[in-house]
């Protein structure tokens, strides 16, 4: 699934989504909050980065966005769309250009889930991020101090896991229940 499809890529392979597309997989609703449709003046006017797509994964009273690499203009034009959601994927590794205050405030994550590599070279996570993260009440949780992670819901309470090499198991990090999520 693309924004854009890269070079090479078979069409039979392909699926590209855009604003407003909404598909289920296994009994998950997707809906499709960016990028902007190709005929958009905002395509041609956005970065590569304020292209990725933007999903909103809804299961039951479970809400999860999945952010890309999406900066603060794109966060200002989805902020009127969106509510409370149980976790947040933090845009492009938790640079400084993202999950600005105004968005956690509207979003009011329990969880941000960070994809970073250990010691990576941008410095991934920015600490002003993971300060605007905590101050919003989200626990950070980075793939870069935790390795892989896994989140688990029934669409009422969900779990955060990370697998542990040394026990070849998922181990529990954090959870919580939905009443108040939407």
Not at 16 to 37: A, I, K, M, W, Y
Not at 135 to 154: C, E, I, N, Y
Not at 167 to 182: A, D, F, K, M, V
């Amino acid at each position: 699934m693309f924004a854009e499809p890269p070079a090479g890529e078979l069409p039979e392979q392909r699926l590209t989504l855009s604003d407003g597309q909404t598909f289920f997989l296994s009994g998950v609703e997707h809906r499709v909050l960016n990028p902007p449709g190709k005929d958009d003046p905002a395509w041609t006017s956005s970065s590569a980065n304020n292209r990725s797509v933007v999903l909103l994964l809804v299961y039951g009273r479970f809400l999860l966005l999945l952010t890309g690499d999406i900066d603060r203009d794109v966060e200002r034009q989805l902020t009127s769309r969106l509510g409370r959601t149980a976790i947040l994927k933090v845009a492009h590794h938790r640079s400084r250009s993202s999950s600005s205050s105004e968005f956690l405030s509207r979003l009011r994550p329990r969880l941000g889930l960070i994809s970073a590599g250990r010691k990576n070279a941008f410095g991934h996570p920015a600490p002003a991020t993971l300060h605007r993260l905590r101050r919003a009440g989200a626990v950070p949780l980075s793939t870069g101090q935790w390795g892989s992670l896994r989140v688990r819901t029934d669409g009422t309470s969900w779990q955060a896991s990370h697998y542990r090499r040394e026990t070849e198991s998922l181990c529990p990090i954090t959870g919580g229940y939905l009443e108040e999520e939407r």
